[in-house]
């Protein structure tokens, strides 16, 4: 007599068995919502601003290093309060920098480094030009808010000047900061401001990118 084996079917999975995995999950989100209630919205809001502050205080000691290389870079001593104001105002400028763009024009593009670096580590876009004709091409292709701008280029001591000039000429063009190796001059005609110090370089970007923001 042969032996008929029977295979039963799987039994089908209990509906229940979905919600029981579903409750470590619900309790500790019920646990949430438990403590954010316990300790109330104000308090919620003052822990959020204090992580803030502790992202933009990390941010700004980098910004600080980055900001006295390019001081010794330039064999200036500027001190501590004047580094951590530019650097503090730079780290908290999120609203101003993120995505903004920058025309730098230097026939020397090694002395800026550190410079850029900052600004990029800020959230701006730089674009670098060697010359008054390369800047002006960029400026047809592309928008910018902000142009930054040696005046002595290529055994030129007036190319930065023919070049505000020839800029301010133009329709909708951005502000234009000088910044150089020595800023004892006047600032000239056309530009927003002029300075051969990085931090004071922070404070004229910042400026000019709230007055465009304003």
């Known amino acids: 007599m042969r032996e008929i084996m029977l295979r039963s079917a799987d ?3 209990s509906p229940w068995s979905s919600l029981i995995a579903l409750l470590p999950h619900v309790f500790w989100a019920l646990v949430l919502v438990g403590v954010l209630l316990w300790v109330g919205r104000d308090t919620v809001r003052e822990l959020l601003r204090r992580v803030d502050k502790v ?25 501590n ?20 763009r920058i025309l730098w024009v230097d026939d020397i593009p090694a002395g800026i480094v550190n ?3 900052l600004f990029e580590q800020a959230g701006m876009d730089i674009t670098r030009a060697l010359t008054s ?10 928008n910018y808010d902000l142009v930054l701008s040696d005046i002595s280029r290529g055994g030129d001591d ?3 000047i023919q070049f505000s ?15 150089v190796g020595s800023a004892k001059r006047p600032c000239p ?11 004071e370089l922070i404070h004229l970007v910042l400026d000019a990118l709230a007055r465009l923001r304003s």
């Open 11 to 13: 039994a089908p999975e």
């Open 55 to 79: 992202s933009i205080a990390g941010v700004e000691l980098e910004l600080r290093d980055d900001l006295e290389a390019a001081a010794t870079a330039r064999g200036q001593t500027i001190g």
């Open 81 to 100: 309060d004047a580094l951590s104001k530019a650097a503090r105002r730079l780290a908290a400028s999120a609203n101003l920098t993120k995505g903004a």
């Open 115 to 117: 410079e850029s670096r």
């Open 133 to 142: 004709v390369d800047a002006f091409a960029k400026l047809d292709m592309n």
């Open 158 to 160: 007036q190319a930065g």
């Open 165 to 179: 000039t020839a800029l301010a000429g133009r329709p909708n063009a951005p502000p234009l900061i000088f910044y």
């Open 189 to 199: 005609a056309h530009a927003f401001g002029i300075t051969d110090r990085p931090d």
